[in-house]
Protein backbone atom coordinates (compact mmCIF):
# COMPACT_ATOMS: atom_id res chain seq x y z
CA UNK A 1 0.00 0.00 0.00
CA UNK A 2 1.11 3.35 -1.04
CA UNK A 3 0.94 6.23 1.72
CA UNK A 4 0.32 9.69 -0.05
CA UNK A 5 -0.43 12.46 2.35
CA UNK A 6 -2.14 15.58 1.19
CA UNK A 7 1.03 17.84 0.76
CA UNK A 8 4.52 16.33 1.58
CA UNK A 9 6.40 19.41 3.29
CA UNK A 10 9.37 16.84 3.36
CA UNK A 11 9.62 16.50 0.14
CA UNK A 12 10.36 19.67 -0.72
CA UNK A 13 12.60 20.71 2.19
CA UNK A 14 15.27 18.25 1.03
CA UNK A 15 16.66 19.48 -2.13
CA UNK A 16 16.68 23.23 -0.54
CA UNK A 17 18.12 22.27 3.19
CA UNK A 18 21.11 23.13 3.36
CA UNK A 19 20.75 26.60 1.78
CA UNK A 20 17.99 27.30 4.49
CA UNK A 21 20.00 26.01 6.87
CA UNK A 22 22.42 28.38 5.89
CA UNK A 23 20.68 31.43 5.86
CA UNK A 24 19.23 30.56 9.59
CA UNK A 25 22.21 30.39 10.63
CA UNK A 26 23.49 33.74 9.67
CA UNK A 27 20.44 35.22 11.17
CA UNK A 28 21.00 33.98 14.40
CA UNK A 29 25.22 34.74 13.92
CA UNK A 30 23.57 38.43 13.37
CA UNK A 31 20.60 38.12 16.16
CA UNK A 32 19.23 40.54 13.79
CA UNK A 33 15.90 38.46 14.25
CA UNK A 34 12.36 40.99 12.82
CA UNK A 35 11.78 43.43 10.32
CA UNK A 36 15.45 43.51 9.05
CA UNK A 37 17.47 43.36 5.68
CA UNK A 38 15.53 39.71 4.76
CA UNK A 39 11.99 41.13 5.26
CA UNK A 40 12.92 44.16 3.39
CA UNK A 41 14.66 42.10 0.58
CA UNK A 42 11.62 39.40 0.46
CA UNK A 43 9.12 42.50 0.38
CA UNK A 44 11.21 43.82 -2.61
CA UNK A 45 11.32 40.34 -4.58
CA UNK A 46 7.84 39.35 -3.49
CA UNK A 47 6.35 42.85 -5.26
CA UNK A 48 8.85 42.53 -8.04
CA UNK A 49 6.94 39.00 -8.48
CA UNK A 50 3.66 40.17 -8.49
CA UNK A 51 4.40 43.19 -10.89
CA UNK A 52 2.76 45.09 -8.16
CA UNK A 53 4.33 48.77 -5.94
CA UNK A 54 4.25 47.73 -3.02
CA UNK A 55 4.67 44.06 -0.70
CA UNK A 56 4.46 44.74 3.05
CA UNK A 57 5.40 41.38 5.26
CA UNK A 58 2.97 40.42 8.40
CA UNK A 59 2.60 37.87 11.26
CA UNK A 60 0.08 36.22 9.26
CA UNK A 61 -2.49 35.63 6.25
CA UNK A 62 -5.42 36.82 8.86
CA UNK A 63 -3.29 39.97 10.14
CA UNK A 64 -3.00 40.38 5.81
CA UNK A 65 -6.30 40.72 5.98
CA UNK A 66 -6.93 42.64 9.01
CA UNK A 67 -4.75 45.59 8.59
CA UNK A 68 -5.78 46.03 4.64
CA UNK A 69 -9.67 46.03 5.91
CA UNK A 70 -8.19 48.95 8.30
CA UNK A 71 -5.97 50.73 6.02
CA UNK A 72 -8.71 51.25 3.63
CA UNK A 73 -10.83 52.78 7.14
CA UNK A 74 -12.76 49.89 7.37
CA UNK A 75 -14.68 50.12 11.21
CA UNK A 76 -17.41 49.43 13.29
CA UNK A 77 -20.99 49.51 11.28
CA UNK A 78 -19.68 49.04 8.17
CA UNK A 79 -20.12 46.04 5.68
CA UNK A 80 -17.82 43.86 3.60
CA UNK A 81 -19.09 41.65 1.12
CA UNK A 82 -16.99 38.27 0.86
CA UNK A 83 -18.00 34.59 0.30
CA UNK A 84 -18.80 31.97 2.70
CA UNK A 85 -17.29 29.22 1.12
CA UNK A 86 -13.34 30.06 2.09
CA UNK A 87 -11.32 30.07 5.36
CA UNK A 88 -12.89 31.13 8.63
CA UNK A 89 -9.88 34.05 8.54
CA UNK A 90 -11.42 35.87 5.68
CA UNK A 91 -14.71 36.51 7.51
CA UNK A 92 -12.85 36.24 11.09
CA UNK A 93 -10.34 39.63 9.38
CA UNK A 94 -13.72 41.56 8.83
CA UNK A 95 -15.26 41.27 12.41
CA UNK A 96 -12.12 41.79 14.15
CA UNK A 97 -11.90 44.90 11.88
CA UNK A 98 -15.40 45.70 13.68
CA UNK A 99 -17.44 45.42 10.31
CA UNK A 100 -19.68 42.91 9.68
CA UNK A 101 -19.08 40.04 6.45
CA UNK A 102 -22.58 39.99 4.09
CA UNK A 103 -22.11 36.21 2.39
CA UNK A 104 -22.87 36.20 -1.25
CA UNK A 105 -23.47 32.63 -2.66
CA UNK A 106 -20.46 31.51 -5.10
CA UNK A 107 -20.95 29.70 -8.70
CA UNK A 108 -21.79 26.52 -9.31
CA UNK A 109 -18.61 26.06 -11.70
CA UNK A 110 -15.42 27.95 -10.32
CA UNK A 111 -16.43 28.04 -6.68
CA UNK A 112 -15.62 31.25 -6.51
CA UNK A 113 -17.58 34.31 -5.53
CA UNK A 114 -21.03 34.80 -8.18
CA UNK A 115 -20.44 38.30 -9.08
CA UNK A 116 -24.14 38.79 -10.26
CA UNK A 117 -25.03 38.47 -6.93
CA UNK A 118 -23.02 41.26 -5.22
CA UNK A 119 -25.11 44.81 -6.41
CA UNK A 120 -27.87 42.80 -4.78
CA UNK A 121 -25.95 42.98 -1.40
CA UNK A 122 -24.50 46.17 -1.37
CA UNK A 123 -26.32 48.87 1.34
CA UNK A 124 -25.36 52.34 2.07
CA UNK A 125 -23.55 51.35 4.75
CA UNK A 126 -21.14 48.66 2.53
CA UNK A 127 -17.32 49.54 2.03
CA UNK A 128 -15.50 46.69 0.61
CA UNK A 129 -15.50 43.53 -1.03
CA UNK A 130 -13.09 40.82 -0.58
CA UNK A 131 -12.88 38.27 -3.42
CA UNK A 132 -10.98 34.72 -2.34
CA UNK A 133 -8.87 33.26 -4.78
CA UNK A 134 -10.07 30.02 -3.48
CA UNK A 135 -7.62 26.64 -4.37
CA UNK A 136 -5.30 29.41 -6.40
CA UNK A 137 -7.91 29.88 -9.01
CA UNK A 138 -8.47 33.26 -9.47
CA UNK A 139 -12.31 35.40 -9.19
CA UNK A 140 -13.47 37.25 -12.18
CA UNK A 141 -12.06 40.65 -11.25
CA UNK A 142 -12.81 42.54 -13.77
CA UNK A 143 -16.78 42.16 -12.93
CA UNK A 144 -16.03 43.08 -9.55
CA UNK A 145 -13.76 46.21 -10.16
CA UNK A 146 -16.41 48.17 -12.07
CA UNK A 147 -18.67 47.27 -9.59
CA UNK A 148 -16.58 48.91 -7.14
CA UNK A 149 -15.77 51.97 -9.08
CA UNK A 150 -19.51 52.80 -9.57
CA UNK A 151 -20.82 52.45 -5.69
CA UNK A 152 -16.98 53.79 -4.22
CA UNK A 153 -15.88 50.77 -2.49
CA UNK A 154 -12.32 48.89 -2.18
CA UNK A 155 -11.56 45.65 -3.16
CA UNK A 156 -8.96 43.40 -1.55
CA UNK A 157 -7.98 40.18 -2.75
CA UNK A 158 -7.60 37.47 -0.35
CA UNK A 159 -4.86 35.96 -2.47
CA UNK A 160 -4.07 33.64 0.21
CA UNK A 161 -4.00 30.17 -1.60
CA UNK A 162 -3.02 31.70 -4.95
CA UNK A 163 0.51 32.76 -4.99
CA UNK A 164 1.62 33.68 -8.66
CA UNK A 165 -2.13 32.83 -10.27
CA UNK A 166 -3.12 34.90 -13.43
CA UNK A 167 -6.17 36.86 -14.47
CA UNK A 168 -6.31 37.57 -17.91
CA UNK A 169 -2.38 37.21 -18.24
CA UNK A 170 -1.51 39.39 -14.51
CA UNK A 171 -1.04 38.41 -11.35
CA UNK A 172 -3.44 38.21 -8.29
CA UNK A 173 -2.17 40.87 -5.88
CA UNK A 174 -2.33 43.61 -8.44
CA UNK A 175 -5.94 43.83 -9.16
CA UNK A 176 -7.45 45.00 -6.49
CA UNK A 177 -7.10 48.01 -4.35
CA UNK A 178 -5.28 45.69 -1.78
CA UNK A 179 -4.56 41.83 -1.61
CA UNK A 180 -3.53 39.76 1.25
CA UNK A 181 -1.26 36.46 1.42
CA UNK A 182 -0.81 33.91 4.31
CA UNK A 183 2.59 31.65 3.95
CA UNK A 184 1.13 29.21 6.02
CA UNK A 185 3.25 26.30 6.16
CA UNK A 186 1.44 24.16 3.58
CA UNK A 187 0.60 27.45 0.99
CA UNK A 188 2.34 27.72 -2.53
CA UNK A 189 4.64 29.36 -0.80
CA UNK A 190 5.21 28.64 2.98
CA UNK A 191 6.91 29.55 5.52
CA UNK A 192 8.30 26.85 8.27
CA UNK A 193 5.90 29.45 10.89
CA UNK A 194 3.61 31.88 10.12
CA UNK A 195 4.40 34.80 7.82
CA UNK A 196 2.10 36.93 5.37
CA UNK A 197 2.11 39.47 3.11
CA UNK A 198 -0.23 42.51 2.31
CA UNK A 199 0.37 43.94 -1.54
CA UNK A 200 -0.80 47.13 -3.17
CA UNK A 201 -0.19 49.99 -5.65
CA UNK A 202 -1.57 52.35 -3.35
CA UNK A 203 1.30 54.53 -1.84
CA UNK A 204 -0.95 55.55 1.04
CA UNK A 205 -2.42 52.59 1.83
CA UNK A 206 0.79 50.78 2.18
CA UNK A 207 2.28 53.35 4.38
CA UNK A 208 -0.78 52.61 6.85
CA UNK A 209 -0.37 49.11 6.65
CA UNK A 210 3.60 49.24 7.46
CA UNK A 211 2.27 51.62 10.48
CA UNK A 212 -0.65 49.45 11.40
CA UNK A 213 2.04 45.98 11.27
CA UNK A 214 4.54 47.87 13.98
CA UNK A 215 1.92 49.24 16.75
CA UNK A 216 1.18 52.11 14.59
CA UNK A 217 4.86 53.30 15.00
CA UNK A 218 7.28 55.00 12.70
CA UNK A 219 9.99 55.32 15.49
CA UNK A 220 10.12 53.14 18.40
CA UNK A 221 7.72 54.32 21.07
CA UNK A 222 6.68 56.82 19.04
CA UNK A 223 2.96 55.78 18.09
CA UNK A 224 1.01 57.42 15.25
CA UNK A 225 -2.41 55.33 14.80
CA UNK A 226 -3.68 52.24 17.41
CA UNK A 227 -2.31 49.21 15.36
CA UNK A 228 -0.60 45.60 16.91
CA UNK A 229 1.66 43.38 16.75
CA UNK A 230 1.94 41.99 13.17
CA UNK A 231 5.34 42.10 12.02
CA UNK A 232 6.81 39.32 10.28
CA UNK A 233 10.25 37.97 11.70
CA UNK A 234 13.60 37.28 9.67
CA UNK A 235 13.94 33.36 10.26
CA UNK A 236 10.60 32.99 8.19
CA UNK A 237 11.59 35.89 5.65
CA UNK A 238 14.96 34.24 4.67
CA UNK A 239 13.09 30.67 4.35
CA UNK A 240 10.51 32.44 1.68
CA UNK A 241 13.73 34.27 0.19
CA UNK A 242 15.07 30.64 -0.44
CA UNK A 243 11.82 28.98 -1.95
CA UNK A 244 10.44 32.24 -3.68
CA UNK A 245 12.38 31.49 -6.61
CA UNK A 246 10.98 27.99 -7.48
CA UNK A 247 7.35 29.21 -6.99
CA UNK A 248 7.13 29.41 -10.71
CA UNK A 249 8.37 26.23 -11.45
CA UNK A 250 6.49 24.33 -8.28
CA UNK A 251 3.12 26.23 -9.34
CA UNK A 252 3.95 24.91 -13.62
CA UNK A 253 4.76 21.51 -11.70
CA UNK A 254 1.12 21.77 -9.66
CA UNK A 255 -0.72 22.56 -13.19
CA UNK A 256 0.62 19.48 -14.87
CA UNK A 257 -0.35 17.30 -12.12
CA UNK A 258 -3.63 18.59 -11.95
CA UNK A 259 -3.70 18.01 -16.01
CA UNK A 260 -2.86 14.64 -15.49
CA UNK A 261 -5.72 14.04 -12.67
CA UNK A 262 -8.41 15.03 -15.00
CA UNK A 263 -7.03 13.26 -17.63
CA UNK A 264 -7.20 10.16 -15.34
CA UNK A 265 -10.56 11.19 -13.83
CA UNK A 266 -12.28 11.38 -17.43
CA UNK A 267 -13.03 7.72 -17.32
CA UNK A 268 -14.90 8.64 -14.15
CA UNK A 269 -18.39 10.57 -15.38
CA UNK A 270 -19.33 11.07 -11.73
CA UNK A 271 -16.18 12.64 -10.90
CA UNK A 272 -16.74 16.57 -11.34
CA UNK A 273 -13.19 18.00 -12.16
CA UNK A 274 -11.96 21.85 -11.64
CA UNK A 275 -13.16 23.96 -14.28
CA UNK A 276 -11.07 26.47 -15.29
CA UNK A 277 -12.77 29.76 -16.81
CA UNK A 278 -10.44 31.02 -19.82
CA UNK A 279 -9.24 33.89 -18.05
CA UNK A 280 -7.66 31.83 -15.28
CA UNK A 281 -4.31 30.74 -14.90
CA UNK A 282 -4.76 28.94 -11.76
CA UNK A 283 -1.89 27.50 -9.00
CA UNK A 284 -3.92 24.37 -7.81
CA UNK A 285 -3.48 25.02 -3.91
CA UNK A 286 -5.96 22.30 -3.75
CA UNK A 287 -7.24 20.10 -6.46
CA UNK A 288 -10.38 20.12 -5.65
CA UNK A 289 -13.29 17.20 -7.18
CA UNK A 290 -16.96 16.89 -6.81
CA UNK A 291 -18.72 13.98 -6.46
CA UNK A 292 -21.21 11.60 -4.82
CA UNK A 293 -20.61 9.84 -1.63
CA UNK A 294 -18.22 11.84 -0.50
CA UNK A 295 -18.06 10.89 2.89
CA UNK A 296 -17.61 7.42 2.39
CA UNK A 297 -15.13 7.75 -0.30
CA UNK A 298 -12.90 10.03 1.84
CA UNK A 299 -13.50 7.00 4.52
CA UNK A 300 -12.22 4.76 1.98
CA UNK A 301 -9.55 6.48 0.97
CA UNK A 302 -8.18 6.88 4.29
CA UNK A 303 -7.92 2.82 4.58
CA UNK A 304 -5.84 2.97 1.36
CA UNK A 305 -3.22 5.38 3.09
CA UNK A 306 -4.49 8.48 1.09
CA UNK A 307 -4.65 11.87 2.58
CA UNK A 308 -7.23 13.34 1.33
CA UNK A 309 -8.99 16.12 2.78
CA UNK A 310 -12.20 18.56 2.84
CA UNK A 311 -12.07 22.67 2.16
CA UNK A 312 -14.33 23.08 3.74
CA UNK A 313 -17.02 20.96 5.53
CA UNK A 314 -19.26 23.50 7.05
CA UNK A 315 -19.17 27.07 5.01
CA UNK A 316 -18.86 30.03 7.33
CA UNK A 317 -22.37 31.31 7.73
CA UNK A 318 -23.18 28.17 9.05
CA UNK A 319 -20.51 28.12 11.84
CA UNK A 320 -21.65 28.37 15.47
CA UNK A 321 -18.56 31.70 15.24
CA UNK A 322 -21.11 33.30 13.10
CA UNK A 323 -24.53 32.43 14.78
CA UNK A 324 -25.04 36.65 15.83
CA UNK A 325 -25.18 37.26 11.99
CA UNK A 326 -28.54 35.33 11.82
CA UNK A 327 -27.97 32.87 8.77
CA UNK A 328 -29.79 29.50 8.34
CA UNK A 329 -29.14 26.60 6.30
CA UNK A 330 -30.64 27.24 2.46
CA UNK A 331 -29.28 30.98 2.84
CA UNK A 332 -26.83 30.09 0.24
CA UNK A 333 -27.78 27.22 -1.70
CA UNK A 334 -24.84 26.46 -4.12
CA UNK A 335 -22.19 26.77 -1.28
CA UNK A 336 -23.99 24.92 0.84
CA UNK A 337 -24.47 21.97 -1.88
CA UNK A 338 -20.55 22.45 -3.06
CA UNK A 339 -19.59 21.98 0.50
CA UNK A 340 -21.03 18.46 0.89
CA UNK A 341 -19.93 17.56 -2.07
CA UNK A 342 -16.46 18.25 -2.69
CA UNK A 343 -12.80 16.48 -1.84
CA UNK A 344 -9.50 17.90 -2.48
CA UNK A 345 -7.27 15.04 -3.25
CA UNK A 346 -3.32 15.42 -2.38
CA UNK A 347 -1.73 18.14 -4.63
CA UNK A 348 1.96 19.19 -4.12
CA UNK A 349 4.43 20.05 -6.83
CA UNK A 350 6.95 16.59 -6.02
CA UNK A 351 3.82 13.91 -6.08
CA UNK A 352 4.31 11.60 -8.86
CA UNK A 353 2.71 10.52 -11.74
CA UNK A 354 2.71 6.91 -10.08
CA UNK A 355 1.05 8.36 -6.68
CA UNK A 356 -1.74 9.96 -8.71
CA UNK A 357 -2.51 7.18 -10.24
CA UNK A 358 -2.57 5.29 -7.35
CA UNK A 359 -5.03 7.90 -6.14
CA UNK A 360 -7.16 7.52 -8.93
CA UNK A 361 -7.56 3.90 -9.15
CA UNK A 362 -8.75 4.26 -5.69
CA UNK A 363 -11.57 6.47 -6.60
CA UNK A 364 -12.02 4.00 -9.53
CA UNK A 365 -12.36 0.88 -7.33
CA UNK A 366 -14.78 2.69 -4.73
CA UNK A 367 -17.46 3.51 -7.27
CA UNK A 368 -16.87 -0.08 -9.03
CA UNK A 369 -17.92 -1.48 -5.77
CA UNK A 370 -21.28 -0.60 -6.07
CA UNK A 371 -21.50 -1.88 -9.61
C1 LIG B 1 -8.42 31.76 1.95
C2 LIG B 1 -7.61 32.03 3.18
N1 LIG B 1 -7.73 33.21 3.81
C3 LIG B 1 -7.02 33.49 4.90
C4 LIG B 1 -6.12 32.60 5.44
C5 LIG B 1 -5.41 32.96 6.70
O1 LIG B 1 -4.03 32.85 6.63
P1 LIG B 1 -3.17 32.50 7.92
O2 LIG B 1 -3.42 31.08 8.28
O3 LIG B 1 -1.75 32.74 7.47
O4 LIG B 1 -3.56 33.45 8.98
C6 LIG B 1 -5.94 31.35 4.80
C7 LIG B 1 -4.99 30.33 5.25
O5 LIG B 1 -4.83 29.80 6.25
C8 LIG B 1 -6.72 31.06 3.65
O6 LIG B 1 -6.61 29.88 3.04
Known amino acids: MMNIPLVDLKAQYQPLKQDILSRIEAILDSMYLFLGPNVQALEKEFAAYNNVQHAIGVSEGTTALHLALRACGVKAGDEVITVSHTFIATAEAIVLAGATPVFVDIDPKTYNMDVTQIEARITPRTRAIIPVHLYGQPVDMDPIMGIAQRYNLYVIEDACQAHGARYKGRYTGGLGHMAAYSFYFSKNLGAYGEGGMVTTNDDELARRVRLLRDHGSPKRYYHDMVGLNGRLDEIQAAVLRAKLPHLSDWNAQ ?86 GEIISLPMYAELTAEQREYVVAAIQRFYARGA
Open 254 to 339: RRSNAAHYTELLSALPQVQTPYVPDYAEPVFHLYVVRLPERDALLAYLKEQGIGAGIHYPIPCHLQPAFAELGYKPGDLPVTEQVT
